[in-house]
T-cell receptor
Framework: DAKTTQPTSMDCAEGRAANLPCNHS???????VYWYRQIHSQGPQYIIH???NNETNEMASLIITEDRKSSTLILPHATLRDTAVYYC????????????????FGKGTHLIIQP | DVKVTQSSRYLVKRTGEKVFLECVQD?????MFWYRQDPGLGLRLIYF???????EKGDIPEGYSVSREKKERFSLILESASTNQTSMYLC??????????????????FGPGTRLTVL
Protein backbone atom coordinates (compact mmCIF):
# COMPACT_ATOMS: atom_id res chain seq x y z
CA ASP A 1 0.00 0.00 0.00
CA ALA A 2 1.12 3.50 -0.78
CA LYS A 3 2.02 5.37 2.42
CA THR A 4 1.47 8.81 0.99
CA THR A 5 -1.47 11.14 0.44
CA GLN A 6 -1.66 13.51 -2.52
CA PRO A 7 -4.40 15.71 -3.97
CA THR A 8 -6.16 14.09 -6.90
CA SER A 9 -5.61 16.95 -9.30
CA MET A 10 -4.14 20.44 -9.58
CA ASP A 11 -4.04 23.19 -12.17
CA CYS A 12 -1.18 25.58 -12.76
CA ALA A 13 -0.66 28.37 -15.29
CA GLU A 14 2.15 27.96 -17.78
CA GLY A 15 5.29 29.76 -16.65
CA ARG A 16 4.30 29.75 -12.99
CA ALA A 17 5.73 27.54 -10.27
CA ALA A 18 3.81 24.33 -9.67
CA ASN A 19 3.83 23.22 -6.03
CA LEU A 20 2.72 19.63 -5.47
CA PRO A 21 2.17 18.59 -1.84
CA CYS A 22 2.54 15.13 -0.36
CA ASN A 23 1.78 13.87 3.13
CA HIS A 24 3.78 10.94 4.51
CA SER A 25 3.14 11.10 8.24
CA UNK A 26 4.25 7.48 8.90
CA UNK A 27 7.61 7.75 7.17
CA UNK A 28 10.40 5.79 8.84
CA UNK A 29 13.85 7.09 9.63
CA UNK A 30 15.51 5.14 6.82
CA UNK A 31 12.92 5.97 4.17
CA UNK A 32 13.46 8.49 1.43
CA VAL A 33 10.85 10.53 -0.39
CA TYR A 34 10.88 9.85 -4.14
CA TRP A 35 8.96 11.61 -6.86
CA TYR A 36 8.12 10.16 -10.26
CA ARG A 37 5.85 11.43 -12.97
CA GLN A 38 4.06 9.75 -15.83
CA ILE A 39 3.08 11.58 -18.95
CA HIS A 40 0.11 10.07 -20.73
CA SER A 41 0.94 6.78 -22.51
CA GLN A 42 4.58 6.87 -21.43
CA GLY A 43 6.59 5.06 -18.77
CA PRO A 44 7.12 6.68 -15.36
CA GLN A 45 10.05 9.07 -15.11
CA TYR A 46 12.18 9.57 -12.02
CA ILE A 47 12.29 13.22 -10.91
CA ILE A 48 14.02 13.62 -7.56
CA HIS A 49 14.43 12.11 -4.13
CA UNK A 50 15.48 13.28 -0.66
CA UNK A 51 15.90 12.16 2.93
CA UNK A 52 15.62 15.26 5.07
CA ASN A 53 17.47 18.08 3.37
CA ASN A 54 15.96 20.06 0.54
CA GLU A 55 17.13 18.90 -2.85
CA THR A 56 17.31 20.51 -6.26
CA ASN A 57 18.17 19.17 -9.69
CA GLU A 58 17.63 20.24 -13.26
CA MET A 59 13.99 19.17 -13.18
CA ALA A 60 12.64 20.23 -9.81
CA SER A 61 13.16 21.10 -6.16
CA LEU A 62 12.05 19.02 -3.22
CA ILE A 63 11.22 20.67 0.08
CA ILE A 64 10.88 18.31 3.06
CA THR A 65 9.49 19.58 6.36
CA GLU A 66 11.66 19.35 9.43
CA ASP A 67 9.51 16.58 10.94
CA ARG A 68 9.63 14.78 7.53
CA LYS A 69 5.88 14.20 7.62
CA SER A 70 5.25 16.09 4.42
CA SER A 71 7.03 17.41 1.36
CA THR A 72 6.47 19.62 -1.65
CA LEU A 73 7.71 19.11 -5.19
CA ILE A 74 8.30 22.37 -6.97
CA LEU A 75 8.49 22.75 -10.74
CA PRO A 76 9.82 26.31 -10.94
CA HIS A 77 8.57 27.32 -14.38
CA ALA A 78 5.90 24.90 -15.49
CA THR A 79 5.43 24.22 -19.19
CA LEU A 80 2.68 22.40 -21.05
CA ARG A 81 4.97 19.36 -21.24
CA ASP A 82 4.86 19.09 -17.47
CA THR A 83 1.22 17.99 -17.63
CA ALA A 84 1.36 14.50 -16.10
CA VAL A 85 0.45 12.39 -13.10
CA TYR A 86 2.95 12.96 -10.29
CA TYR A 87 3.61 10.20 -7.79
CA CYS A 88 5.12 10.71 -4.36
CA UNK A 89 6.40 7.52 -2.72
CA UNK A 90 8.46 6.64 0.32
CA UNK A 91 10.90 3.78 0.31
CA UNK A 92 14.26 2.84 1.68
CA UNK A 93 17.18 4.32 -0.16
CA UNK A 94 19.30 1.23 0.04
CA UNK A 95 17.37 -1.91 0.79
CA UNK A 96 18.81 -5.08 2.18
CA UNK A 97 17.75 -6.72 -1.06
CA UNK A 98 20.06 -4.53 -3.07
CA UNK A 99 17.26 -2.42 -4.43
CA UNK A 100 15.46 -5.30 -6.10
CA UNK A 101 12.06 -4.46 -4.75
CA UNK A 102 9.09 -3.22 -6.71
CA UNK A 103 7.71 0.28 -6.70
CA UNK A 104 4.20 0.91 -5.49
CA PHE A 105 2.43 3.96 -6.82
CA GLY A 106 -0.68 5.44 -5.28
CA LYS A 107 -3.13 7.42 -7.36
CA GLY A 108 -0.84 10.45 -7.63
CA THR A 109 -1.71 14.03 -8.53
CA HIS A 110 -2.84 14.83 -12.05
CA LEU A 111 -1.14 18.16 -12.75
CA ILE A 112 -2.64 20.11 -15.61
CA ILE A 113 -0.67 23.06 -16.95
CA GLN A 114 -2.97 25.65 -18.46
CA PRO A 115 -1.75 27.83 -21.37
CA ASP B 1 21.50 9.21 -19.66
CA VAL B 2 19.98 5.91 -18.63
CA LYS B 3 18.13 4.34 -21.46
CA VAL B 4 15.62 1.54 -21.21
CA THR B 5 14.04 0.41 -24.45
CA GLN B 6 11.18 -1.95 -25.11
CA SER B 7 10.74 -3.86 -28.34
CA SER B 8 7.29 -2.57 -29.22
CA ARG B 9 5.09 0.38 -28.24
CA TYR B 10 1.90 -1.31 -29.38
CA LEU B 11 1.17 -4.99 -29.87
CA VAL B 12 -2.01 -6.87 -30.81
CA LYS B 13 -2.16 -10.62 -30.29
CA ARG B 14 -4.80 -13.30 -30.33
CA THR B 15 -5.89 -15.45 -27.40
CA GLY B 16 -3.62 -18.47 -27.00
CA GLU B 17 -0.64 -16.95 -28.78
CA LYS B 18 2.80 -16.96 -27.18
CA VAL B 19 3.97 -13.39 -26.68
CA PHE B 20 7.49 -12.11 -26.09
CA LEU B 21 8.14 -8.65 -24.70
CA GLU B 22 11.76 -7.57 -24.80
CA CYS B 23 13.49 -4.98 -22.64
CA VAL B 24 17.05 -3.72 -22.99
CA GLN B 25 18.95 -1.29 -20.77
CA ASP B 26 22.31 0.25 -21.56
CA UNK B 27 23.52 1.33 -18.10
CA UNK B 28 24.90 -1.97 -16.81
CA UNK B 29 22.15 -2.18 -14.17
CA UNK B 30 21.91 -5.38 -12.18
CA UNK B 31 18.20 -5.14 -11.32
CA MET B 32 15.47 -5.35 -13.92
CA PHE B 33 11.72 -5.38 -13.44
CA TRP B 34 8.51 -6.08 -15.33
CA TYR B 35 5.31 -4.32 -14.27
CA ARG B 36 1.85 -4.04 -15.68
CA GLN B 37 -0.26 -0.95 -15.24
CA ASP B 38 -4.03 -0.93 -15.38
CA PRO B 39 -6.53 1.87 -14.69
CA GLY B 40 -7.61 1.84 -11.07
CA LEU B 41 -5.08 -0.86 -10.14
CA GLY B 42 -1.90 1.17 -10.43
CA LEU B 43 1.51 -0.38 -11.02
CA ARG B 44 1.87 -4.09 -10.22
CA LEU B 45 5.13 -6.03 -10.18
CA ILE B 46 5.13 -9.22 -12.25
CA TYR B 47 8.73 -10.44 -12.01
CA PHE B 48 12.13 -9.03 -11.27
CA UNK B 49 15.71 -10.12 -11.69
CA UNK B 50 18.76 -9.05 -9.73
CA UNK B 51 21.35 -10.87 -11.81
CA UNK B 52 21.81 -12.86 -15.00
CA UNK B 53 19.75 -16.07 -14.94
CA UNK B 54 18.21 -15.04 -11.62
CA UNK B 55 14.52 -14.27 -11.32
CA GLU B 56 12.05 -13.65 -8.55
CA LYS B 57 8.27 -13.57 -8.60
CA GLY B 58 6.59 -10.30 -7.97
CA ASP B 59 3.00 -9.78 -6.89
CA ILE B 60 1.23 -11.18 -9.97
CA PRO B 61 3.44 -13.78 -11.73
CA GLU B 62 0.64 -16.13 -12.81
CA GLY B 63 0.46 -16.53 -16.56
CA TYR B 64 3.91 -15.03 -17.11
CA SER B 65 7.50 -16.19 -17.23
CA VAL B 66 10.76 -14.31 -17.71
CA SER B 67 14.21 -14.86 -19.08
CA ARG B 68 17.49 -13.07 -18.30
CA GLU B 69 20.29 -14.61 -20.33
CA LYS B 70 22.28 -11.39 -20.58
CA LYS B 71 22.67 -8.59 -18.09
CA GLU B 72 21.22 -5.95 -20.38
CA ARG B 73 18.18 -7.89 -21.54
CA PHE B 74 15.07 -9.01 -19.64
CA SER B 75 12.26 -10.74 -21.49
CA LEU B 76 8.67 -11.23 -20.40
CA ILE B 77 6.85 -14.20 -21.88
CA LEU B 78 3.13 -14.81 -22.00
CA GLU B 79 2.95 -18.54 -22.67
CA SER B 80 -0.67 -18.45 -23.81
CA ALA B 81 -2.06 -14.96 -24.00
CA SER B 82 -5.49 -14.29 -22.56
CA THR B 83 -7.78 -11.26 -22.80
CA ASN B 84 -7.18 -10.38 -19.13
CA GLN B 85 -3.53 -9.81 -19.99
CA THR B 86 -4.47 -6.80 -22.09
CA SER B 87 -2.52 -4.05 -20.36
CA MET B 88 0.34 -1.58 -20.44
CA TYR B 89 3.60 -3.42 -19.71
CA LEU B 90 6.48 -1.47 -18.27
CA CYS B 91 10.09 -2.52 -17.91
CA UNK B 92 12.44 -0.83 -15.45
CA UNK B 93 16.04 -1.19 -14.30
CA UNK B 94 18.12 -0.03 -11.37
CA UNK B 95 21.56 -0.42 -9.87
CA UNK B 96 21.81 -3.21 -7.34
CA UNK B 97 23.59 -1.06 -4.83
CA UNK B 98 23.75 2.68 -4.58
CA UNK B 99 26.11 4.46 -2.28
CA UNK B 100 26.21 7.68 -0.40
CA UNK B 101 26.76 10.44 -2.89
CA UNK B 102 25.79 8.25 -5.80
CA UNK B 103 23.32 9.73 -8.22
CA UNK B 104 21.63 6.38 -8.64
CA UNK B 105 20.25 5.61 -5.22
CA UNK B 106 17.54 3.02 -5.63
CA UNK B 107 15.80 4.90 -8.41
CA UNK B 108 14.18 2.81 -11.07
CA UNK B 109 14.36 3.90 -14.70
CA PHE B 110 11.49 2.94 -16.92
CA GLY B 111 11.09 2.14 -20.57
CA PRO B 112 8.35 3.74 -22.69
CA GLY B 113 5.94 0.86 -22.18
CA THR B 114 4.26 -1.67 -24.45
CA ARG B 115 0.51 -1.48 -24.80
CA LEU B 116 -0.58 -5.07 -25.40
CA THR B 117 -4.06 -5.91 -26.63
CA VAL B 118 -5.16 -9.55 -26.61
CA LEU B 119 -8.20 -10.24 -28.76
Amino acid sequence: DAKTTQPTSMDCAEGRAANLPCNHSTISGNEYVYWYRQIHSQGPQYIIHGLKNNETNEMASLIITEDRKSSTLILPHATLRDTAVYYCIVRVGLSSGGGADGLTFGKGTHLIIQP
Amino acid sequence: DVKVTQSSRYLVKRTGEKVFLECVQDMDHENMFWYRQDPGLGLRLIYFSYDVKMKEKGDIPEGYSVSREKKERFSLILESASTNQTSMYLCASSLRWGGSGSKFYNEQFFGPGTRLTVL
